[in-house]
């Protein structure tokens, strides 16, 4: 009840809109090179998801998954891979450590190793993609 309609439709053209309308603009290239990728990447904390009060980003969150699934569906015969991927956990950086100074190195999530993760989705065989 304290989340407002115009709350809620700004979380939304945000995040749903905002990922549309950057689809938009990069999918025409791939499309006319055959070939491309797109990661679109959701930090997911454990124990995170909808919560109290949550009533304007997790509906916004849900629809750029949606958004990322109809991308797949509809991009994938033409040659361009489409990922929706969850990071879950903490990533190891200094906003992070600001905020959270009693933060683990060893349970924290490591930069390269995930920029190694993201390479591999980006360039995997073709054969493996799910539409």
Do not use: C
Request: aromatic fraction near 10%.
């Amino acid at each position: 009840m304290e989340t407002t309609p115009e709350v809620f439709e700004s979380t939304w053209r945000l995040h749903a809109l905002g990922a549309f309308l950057w689809a938009r603009q990069v999918v025409p290239s791939m499309l006319s090179r055959g070939r491309g990728a797109i990661l679109i990447t959701r930090e997911r904390r454990p124990g995170s998801g909808p919560w109290p009060n949550s009533a304007a980003f997790a509906p916004a969150k849900f629809a750029v998954r949606g958004l990322a699934q109809v991308m797949a569906r509809d991009l994938h015969p033409q040659g361009i891979h489409v990922a929706y991927v969850n990071v879950d956990g903490g990533i190891d950086m200094p906003l992070l450590h600001k905020f959270r100074p009693d933060a683990k190195t060893e349970d924290l999530l490591n930069p390269p190793a995930i920029a190694e993760a993201f390479w591999y989705l980006a360039h995997q065989d073709r054969s493996v993609w799910t539409p």
